[in-house]
T-cell receptor, first 113, second 114 residues
Framework: KNQVEQSPQSLIILEGKNCTLQ??????????LRWYKQDTGRGPVSLTI?????NTKSNGRYTATLDADTKQSSLHITASQLSDSASYIC????????????FGKGTKLSVIP | DAGVIQSPRHEVTEMGQEVTLRCKPI?????LFWYRQTMMRGLELLIY????????DSGMPEDRFSAKMPNASFSTLKIQPSEPRDSAVYFC????????????FGNGTRLTVT
């Protein structure tokens, strides 16, 4: 069964600090991995999309890494801001052209002053 | 670009009533998706359309749920009759059919069935 596991479930950090969120998946075959940010009361917003051949991708202060061999991904947030408080969802696509995405349950990040 | 627009934002209804959720996708997007999000199960795909045609409805829970896309700019998700276990946030998303295009989500409809 295709699964995406995220850790930690929740995280509290001080403003200005860095943090790393983890995603492990068992989806096969693998097409791409996406990270989304979901603010409270809003829909998810795409941060990055990585294919099998990409092992790192940045979007401003967000950097995602992918190890397709170990089926792990991480999302690193640098110099956190209060506006980074949100849930971060890891999503894996099983095959090219398929929209049967497997979603993780997300990591809830709280950035405090 | 107004993004994906969903209405209503909140819906409270009594068990047994019919509920209709509405979605306007981003202009030019040829794929439209309906998702349901709960704390227990996270985001689940209910159904998706390509060029207004339903492609995969295997995620629709049961016959009480139905979805239509009469044209490229409008879709509805209907629940009849509604039950308390249908309480969730329902999201509509759209995208263009290009490799690795991101999904663009609306801000959802929070449904409460009492």
């Amino acid at each position: 069964k295709n699964q995406v596991e995220q850790s930690p479930q929740s995280l509290i950090i001080l403003e200005g600090k860095n943090c790393t969120l983890q995603c492990n998946y068992t989806v096969s075959p693998f097409s791409n991995l996406r990270w989304y940010k979901q603010d409270t009361g809003r829909g998810p917003v795409s941060l990055t999309i990585m294919t099998f051949s990409e092992n790192t991708k940045s979007n401003g202060r967000y950097t995602a890494t992918l190890d397709a061999d170990t089926k792990q991904s991480s999302l690193h947030i640098t110099a956190s801001q209060l506006s980074d408080s949100a849930s971060y969802i890891c999503v894996v696509s099983a095959q090219a052209g398929s929209y049967q995405l497997t979603f993780g349950k997300g990591t809830k990040l709280s950035v405090i002053p | 670009d107004a993004g994906v627009i969903q209405s209503p934002r909140h819906e409270v209804t009594e068990m047994g009533q019919e509920v209709t959720l509405r979605c306007k996708p981003i202009s030019g997007h040829d794929y439209l998706f309906w998702y349901r999000q709960t704390m227990m199960r996270g985001l689940e795909l209910l159904i998706y359309f390509n060029n207004n045609v339903p492609i995969d409805d295997s995620g629709m829970p049961e016959d009480r749920f139905s979805a239509k896309m009469p044209n490229a700019s409008f879709s509805t998700l209907k629940i009849q009759p509604s039950e308390p276990r249908d309480s969730a946030v329902y999201f509509c998303a759209s995208t263009v059919g290009r490799r690795n295009s991101p999904l663009h989500f609306g801000n959802g409809t929070r449904l409460t069935v009492t």
